[in-house]
C-alpha cells in the first residue's frame, strides 16, 4: 500500500486549508480557517485499481510567518503550491515556496502540482490562467485551476498527483527489477568467468606443478597478490 506524504504550501489566505476540507468533507466555510498545530488528514484513494493512503499536510500558520518548518517539509513525496488567482503576491511567492520543499528534500524527486484556486472569482482575476500554466510548465509541475467553494477541480487535483506518484515509483522499481536481472545476469557471467578462472587455476596449478623446480617461489607469490579485486 503506498502512504505518500501530501503538503499544501503557498501563502495565507489562499484557500489551502479550504481545499483540504472540501476534498475530506465536502465542506466549505467562508470565513478564514484557522489551522492550530500540524494538521494531517488521511484520504484513501484508489487509482487503477492500486490503494493508495493520502496523508494530507496543512501548514500550521508558518505561511503567514513565512517560516520554513522543516519537519513540516521534510520526506513529502507530493507537494501543491496553491496561489490565489486574484492576489497576484500570492503567485509571485510560489517560485519561494517550491525551491524551499526543494532544499529541505534535497534528493527527492517530489511530485509538484500547481492549483489556481479561487477560480470561482474570475471577474476578480488578475493572475492570467496562461501565467498559471507557463509557470508550472516551466518547473515541471501538473496545473490544476481549482475552487474550494464551487469543488472544482478539487478531487481531480488529489488523484491526479496521487496518479503521478504511483507512475513514478511503479516505473523506478521496474528500472530496478531491470537492474536486478541485469546484475543476475551479470553474477552469471561473473560465475562462469569465475568458474573459467577457477579451471585457469588448475591449469596454472597443474603447470605450477610441473614447473616447480623451476619457479622462483617468492617471485610467483607476489604475481599472485596481483590476483585479488576488492
Ligand atoms: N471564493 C472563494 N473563496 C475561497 C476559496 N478557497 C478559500 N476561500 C476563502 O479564502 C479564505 C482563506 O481560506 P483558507 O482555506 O483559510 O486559506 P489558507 O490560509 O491558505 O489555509 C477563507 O475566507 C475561505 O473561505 C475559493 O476557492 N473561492
Ligand atoms: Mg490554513
Known amino acids: 500500500m503506498y502512504k505518500p506524504k501530501l503538503i499544501l504550501v503557498g501563502e495565507g489566505h489562499v484557500g489551502k486549508t479550504s481545499i483540504i476540507q472540501q476534498f475530506i468533507e465536502q465542506k466549505f466555510s467562508e470565513s478564514y480557517l484557522m489551522t492550530v498545530g500540524s494538521d494531517k488528514s488521511i484520504k484513501d484513494l484508489k487509482i487503477n485499481g492500486k490503494d493508495i493512503k493520502l496523508e494530507i499536510w496543512d501548514t500550521a500558520g508558518q505561511d503567514k510567518y513565512r517560516g520554513v518548518n522543516k519537519i513540516f517539509m521534510k520526506n ?3 507537494a501543491l503550491l496553491v496561489y490565489d488567482i486574484t492576489e497576484k503576491y500570492t503567485f509571485e511567492q510560489l517560485k519561494f515556496w517550491i525551491d524551499n520543499v ?10 509538484f502540482g500547481v492549483a489556481a484556486n479561487k477560480s ?10 496562461e501565467e498559471g500554466k507557463k509557470f508550472a510548465n516551466d518547473n515541471n509541475c501538473l496545473f490544476f485551476e481549482t475552487s474550494a467553494k464551487d469543488y472544482k477541480s478539487i478531487e481531480n487535483a488529489f488523484s491526479k498527483l496521487a496518479e503521478n506518484y504511483i507512475e513514478k515509483i511503479e516505473n523506478k522499481n521496474n528500472e530496478t527489477n531491470n537492474n536486478n536481472i541485469n546484475n543476475n545476469s551479470n553474477n552469471i557471467n561473473n560465475n562462469q568467468n569465475s568458474q573459467n578462472k577457477s579451471e585457469g587455476k588448475k591449469d596454472l596449478n597443474f603447470e605450477n606443478e610441473l614447473n616447480e623446480k623451476f ?5 610467483g607469490k607476489s604475481s599472485c597478490s596481483k590476483c585479488f579485486i576488492f
Open 76 to 78: 513529502t513525496k507530493i
Open 102 to 111: 526543494k532544499e529541505i528534500n534535497k534528493n527527492e524527486n517530489i511530485i
Open 120 to 129: 470561482d472569482l474570475f471577474e476578480q482575476q488578475v493572475v492570467e490562467t
Open 215 to 219: 619457479i622462483d617461489k617468492d617471485d
